[in-house]
Every structure is written in structure tokens, then in C-alpha cells.
């Protein structure tokens, strides 16, 4: 394992479909590849080493795969499981009252288990967007809830060295989510009490639910769980996918303060999106930006922050922000 506090690089991946061609309401950006033209864009990005694919439209024959990773140095940091995509999950997968609705989203978690296995990734990650509602009087919130504490739970038990980790947002591609928050997918997960879990805290997710992503960092493992980041920024309001730190400095700085204080050593996944600027700048920006953030946090006095929490030092805490973070 690498000492995170004294690496002066964090391990940086992507997710891939960034590296194509994306599409809003309203028009599309960027022109769309293969799997393995992704992966070749991902070594031409300074600073990542790892990608993070989605199962199963990015994912083809697991050797192949393997060998194109092999060839190309490449990490996988995670499995990304897709369960919204496919017509019979747009109105939600595993909180639906149809049980084979369900199960088939399982099994589809349970696959993505196996390749991940297969491909040598470390966690399949899973962000239930279409599990929520539009309108009020739509749902059932007690079936839902239940019904995703079993789906989800299903899904952990199986392959338990593929640890499940749950992506909580607020909105999108439903009006609510189920899972709406940091602390939902917390709730979620010590309903499912297994320890093969945790939760995939996207920092643009947390701020759209109004959540600080450092203080909800320490949450995650302080409630004995495990956490994976991805990286990005917005302006609250919606899950813009912007480059890293580029609305939130000191809340990024602060994470990644909080991720050393933890000695976080999985990837920092880029879940960003370049829509109207150059792929590569974009992408060559977000990496510095990381890595100067976690170089930032690197090299405040740890041990002097939190002598100074520990007495209150109001005044020293705003003092040390301006100096030594925004250096005014
Ligand atoms: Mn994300």
C-alpha cells in the first residue's frame, strides 16, 4: 500500500463514456469511439492511470479487455453497473412493485460482479437514478424503500470480495431519487448490514444535496464504511459535471484534506463531462487541479488544524484558510 501522505500524486481515473460522444436535452457534444479508443484517450491525459467502464454497454470480452489494459498500463478503479438504461427500468429498477423487474436489475449487479472479478477491479459501483418519482401520490415509499433494502442487499451478499458501493444524487433521471443523499445511502447500507458495501461519494452529487463533501467523507467512515470519489463541481442546483474545483476550491481542498486525514487510497474518478470545451485541455485541467488540491492539502499542518479545532481557535482556522489555502 502506498503512503498517501507523503505521495505527491493522487491515483486519478475516468470515467470513459466522458471520453465519447455525450448528449444533453439539447445537443450533443464531442464525437462518439469504441471502448478501447477511450482507453487510448485515458494515456494521454497527464496524471490518470485508471479508468472507471460501465457495465454492460462499455464492456466487452473480459480477456480482451485485460489485455488492452495490460498493453495500454491501465487500472480499472471501478465497475460502473448500468440499471436504467434498459426500457423496463426507465420508471426505476429495484424499487419497482414488479418483483422480476427486480430481480433482473440484481442479476444485472450480480454480472457486473462477475466481470469486474474477471477484469481484476477492485468494486462495482451503482447509482440508482431512475429509482425515485416525479410527481407526489406516485410512489409507494414504504414498498420502495424496502423493496431496495432487499434488491441492494441481494446484490451485496453475492461475490462478497466484489465489494457493492451505492452512488447516492438527489435528482436525475427522476424529479427525486430515492436514494437522495449521503446519508439515505448510509441508512440504506446499515439496513443491509454487510460490511462488503459502501458509498461512491460524487462531490457534485453531495453539494446538489446541499451536503459539505469533506464532513460527509468522515460520516461514510465513521459509520464503519467504505467510500470511492468522484471527482467534479456545479453550482447546486443541478449535477452539471464541471471541472474540479472551479465553484467549490475550498470545499475540494477540504476533501481532499479530510481523504489524506483518512489515508484514502483508491482512484479519484473524474465524473466530469468537457460538453463545449477542447477533450484533452479539459481533462489535463481537472488532473492539475486534483492533484494541486491534494498537494495543498498535503502540505497544511494537520496536526496544528486540529489543535486548533480541538480548542476552538475560530479565529486561527479563518486565519490559516486565507493565508495558507486562498494565500491572500
Ligand atoms: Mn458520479
Not at 488492452?68 to 498500463?73: I, S
Not at 423487474?101 to 477484469?119: F, G, N, W
Not at 483508491?266 to 463545449?276: E, G, L
Request: net charge negative; with cysteine.
Amino acid at each position: 500500500m502506498i503512503d498517501v501522505n507523503k505521495s505527491k500524486e493522487p491515483k486519478q481515473a475516468v470515467i470513459i463514456g466522458f471520453l465519447s460522444k455525450t448528449q444533453d436535452r439539447f445537443a450533443e457534444y464531442q464525437q462518439p469511439l469504441s471502448t478501447r479508443e477511450r482507453l487510448e484517450i485515458v494515456t494521454k491525459i497527464d496524471g490518470f492511470s485508471g479508468a472507471e467502464i460501465v457495465y454492460p454497454y462499455e464492456t466487452g470480452d473480459a480477456s480482451e479487455t485485460r489485455q488492452w489494459l495490460k498493453e495500454l498500463n491501465l487500472e480499472i478503479a471501478a465497475i460502473n453497473v448500468n440499471i436504467k438504461k434498459e426500457k423496463e427500468w426507465v420508471a426505476g429498477a429495484l424499487s419497482r412493485p414488479r418483483k422480476q423487474i427486480r430481480d433482473r436489475a440484481v442479476e444485472m449487479i450480480r454480472k457486473s460482479k462477475d466481470y469486474a472479478k474477471q477484469i481484476g477491479a477492485p468494486l462495482v459501483t451503482c447509482c440508482p437514478l431512475s429509482d425515485g418519482y416525479d410527481l407526489l401520490f406516485q410512489v409507494d415509499y414504504k414498498n420502495a424503500w424496502n423493496f431496495m433494502v432487499e434488491a441492494f442487499g441481494e446484490a451485496a451478499d453475492y461475490l462478497p470480495e466484489i465489494p457493492l458501493f451505492i452512488e447516492p444524487k438527489y435528482s436525475e433521471t427522476r424529479v427525486h431519487c430515492q436514494v437522495d443523499s449521503t446519508s439515505k445511502a448510509l441508512l440504506l447500507l446499515k439496513e443491509i448490514d454487510n460490511k462488503n458495501t459502501g458509498v461512491t461519494l460524487d462531490i457534485g452529487h453531495s453539494l446538489q444535496s446541499q451536503e459539505n463533501p469533506a464532513q460527509m467523507l468522515a460520516t461514510i467512515y465513521e459509520s464503519g464504511f467504505d467510500a470511492y470519489i468522484h471527482t467534479n463541481d456545479n453550482d447546486t442546483k443541478f449535477d452539471w459535471d464541471l471541472i474540479g474545483a472551479s465553484r467549490h476550491f475550498l470545499a475540494y481542498v477540504e476533501l481532499m484534506f479530510w481523504a489524506r486525514e483518512y489515508k484514502y487510497n483508491k482512484y479519484f474518478t473524474t465524473d466530469a463531462s468537457p460538453r463545449i470545451f477542447d477533450m484533452i485541455e479539459f481533462f489535463n485541467w481537472h488532473s492539475a487541479t486534483t492533484t494541486g488540491a491534494w498537494n495543498l492539502a498535503g502540505n497544511l499542518s494537520a496536526a496544528e488544524i486540529k489543535k486548533m479545532m480541538a480548542e476552538e481557535d475560530f479565529d486561527g482556522l479563518m486565519k490559516m484558510v486565507n493565508k495558507e489555502i486562498y494565500r491572500l
